[in-house]
């Protein structure tokens, strides 16, 4: 019987290399989604017509951050804007939209007032309530006023490329010279990437050209000499 009884112990104490491990799995961790870049486009430089590219890249930056509800809002934002509201804010018009991703967005605006024609934005975004405030300026309308029904009403939160999703668009001055009305009427389109709002001078060609179509309009009028070669600069290189 002893034998046996060694036997039987060497059975259950073979060593543990001779013993076959576990597979072992590998998971790889999946790529983030790739980042929109910005796309911004500067039309050719006009000596009888100085547009000042700069300015209008420093009203419209390449990326605009979209900010967590909590705190005290901007300056930029409208009177009355809660991004945590469900409906619009007291007193403003509000534009509703698809984003990018399928995010439900308010757009409330209140302007355009004073001299500058300025309009208080505030966009909310998703369930989350992230939102950005940003300030435009329509004070180019003054001289596409003349010709307003080829652009009015203008929009904000629309598809403005067809692709099925809505972008922002911030109207901004582009200033040719010293005065309120030396100024061009300029839309700039915004599309959500994630938690934030990237500029994309390409999908606005179309928006582009249709200012250029209303500005080739009044240079045919009558009495805008003093701003007629800008006319004609515009109509040329947005079209």
Same mark, same amino acid.
């Given at each position: 019987?002893?034998?046996?009884?060694?036997?039987?112990?060497?059975?259950?104490?073979?060593?543990?290399?001779? $013993?076959?491990?576990?597979?072992?799995? &590998? @998971?790889?961790?999946?790529?983030?989604?790739? $980042?929109?870049?910005?796309?911004?486009?500067?039309l050719? *430089? #006009?000596?009888?017509?100085?547009?000042?590219?700069?300015?209008?890249?420093?009203? %419209?930056?390449?990326?605009?951050?979209? !900010?967590?509800p909590?705190?005290?809002?901007?300056?930029?934002?409208?009177? #009355?804007?809660?991004?945590?509201?469900?409906?619009? *804010?007291?007193? /403003?018009?509000?534009?509703?939209?698809?984003l &990018?991703?399928? /995010? &439900?967005?308010?757009? %409330?605006?209140? =302007?355009p007032? =004073?001299? =500058? $024609?300025?309009?208080?934005?505030?966009? /909310?975004?998703?369930?989350? @309530?992230?939102?950005?405030?940003?300030?435009?300026?329509?004070?180019?309308?003054?001289?596409?006023?003349?010709?307003?029904?080829?652009? *009015?009403?203008?929009?904000?939160? %629309?598809?403005?490329? =067809?692709?099925?999703?809505?972008?922002?668009?911030?109207? &901004?001055?582009?200033?040719?010279?010293? *005065?309120?009305?030396?100024?061009?009427?300029?839309?700039?389109?915004?599309?959500?990437?994630?938690?934030?709002?990237?500029?994309? #001078? #390409?999908?606005? @060609?179309?928006?582009?050209?249709?200012?250029? %179509?209303?500005?080739? !309009?009044?240079a045919?009028?009558?009495?805008?000499?003093?701003?007629?070669?800008?006319?004609?600069?515009?109509?040329?290189?947005?079209?």
């Open positions: 019987m002893r034998p046996a009884i060694v036997w039987l112990s060497l059975l259950g104490c073979a060593p543990a290399s001779s $013993r076959v491990p576990p597979p072992i799995a &590998h @998971h790889a961790s999946p790529a983030p989604p790739a $980042r929109t870049e910005p796309v911004i486009e500067e050719p *430089a #006009d000596v009888q017509c100085p547009l000042r590219w700069d300015e209008l890249a420093e009203a %419209a930056p390449a990326v605009i951050p979209l !900010a967590t909590g705190g005290e809002l901007p300056d930029d934002c409208p009177p #009355d804007f809660d991004p945590a509201a469900a409906g619009c *804010a007291q007193g /403003a018009d509000c534009d509703v939209g698809e &990018h991703g399928r /995010a &439900h967005a308010v757009l %409330a605006r209140i =302007g007032v =004073g001299s =500058g $024609r300025f309009v208080s934005l505030g966009l /909310a975004v998703g369930s989350s @309530h992230r939102y950005a405030c940003m300030t435009a300026s329509t004070v180019g309308w003054r001289y596409l006023a003349q010709v307003g029904e080829m652009l *009015a009403p203008l929009p904000w939160l %629309a598809d403005i490329d =067809g692709d099925g999703e809505a972008e922002l668009v911030l109207w &901004h001055r582009l200033p040719w010279g010293d *005065a309120e009305v030396t100024n061009a009427l300029m839309p700039v389109v915004y599309v959500l990437d994630g938690d934030r709002l990237v500029r994309r #001078d #390409d999908r606005s @060609h179309e928006l582009r050209a249709k200012v250029g %179509a209303a500005y080739a !309009a009044v045919r009028r009558p009495g805008n000499e003093e701003a007629h070669a800008c006319f004609v600069t515009l109509a040329r290189e947005l079209r």
